[in-house]
């Protein structure tokens, strides 16, 4: 199985026509928020109009997970808590978002939303626990930020992880953690693209600018003999690691 992280595309267009180029040549895409730009001047609603458009043009060519950001809450649930309830709709165009928990050959992949509040986050403890009974091979977790004491997190200033993450993963042991949210992470010193943490491989591939967003393509073998690699490019850069599970 191959497959492609991006996340902070941040309603950069043309990357989301980029990715268009590359969906037939693997078997899932993975986004793992932040596909809107609350700092932009175009207006949220019509922001998520273009991005569902360019997704579910996604969703017909690949398989494709999008978990929510920060950036991408535009209104509230109803138990009031901050939600991205643009991207509810986007399950009847073929798109897996939040709470999503879909087999992908042998493997598991679980989308976690940005939660905001109590009652999200209990929801999503919930939806992981139930995940955890399922059978898989691997156990595939996408998830906007990367957790706290990982360079991933690290901004060049300070850093941006998240804590309860770091909790469910020592709890839950999944066997890759697919991020985002800091940007500078691969690009400074004492950062980075890649990390583990336990049995955990954790994956952020940063943002740039331009029509190619930075990306990691992550190819799992089903048979024995061929490694498992995670390839980082970006316009700076390219850096590969083998993958030991």
């Not at 990715?19 to 609350?38: E, F, K, P, Y």
């Not at 999008?66 to 709709?89: C, F, I, Q, T, Y």
């Not at 939040?98 to 939806?127: I, K, Y």
């Amino acid at each position: 199985m191959r497959f492609l992280l991006v996340s902070d595309l941040h309603y950069r267009l043309r990357q989301f026509d980029w990715l268009l180029t590359r969906a037939s040549a693997v078997d899932a895409v993975m986004i793992a928020g932040d596909l809107l730009d609350i700092r932009s001047p175009v207006a949220l609603d019509v922001q998520a109009l273009a991005v569902t458009t360019a997704l579910r043009d996604l969703a017909r060519r690949t398989t494709l997970f999008v978990a929510s950001g920060n950036h991408d809450l535009d209104g509230r649930d109803e138990a009031g808590e901050k939600a991205a309830r643009w991207m509810r709709p986007l399950t009847r165009g073929g798109v897996h978002g939040d709470f999503t928990s879909l087999a992908l050959g042998d493997d598991l992949v679980t989308v976690c939303p940005w939660w905001d509040g109590p009652l999200a986050r209990e929801a999503l403890d919930h939806c992981l626990a139930e995940a955890a009974r399922r059978p898989r091979r691997r156990w595939i977790w996408l998830h906007h930020a990367p957790p706290d004491g990982s360079p991933l997190a690290w901004d060049g200033h300070r850093e941006w992880g998240d804590d309860v993450l770091s909790g469910w993963i020592g709890r839950y042991r999944p066997d890759l953690v697919l991020t985002g949210h800091v940007h500078q992470a691969p690009f400074v010193p004492a950062g980075g693209w890649a990390d583990r943490i336990g049995a955990t491989w954790v994956f952020n591939a940063g943002q740039q600018a331009g029509p190619v967003p930075a990306r990691i393509e992550i190819d799992l073998p089903d048979g024995a003999g061929a490694p498992a690699t995670a390839v980082w490019t970006s316009a700076a850069d390219h850096a590969e690691v083998e993958l030991a599970f």
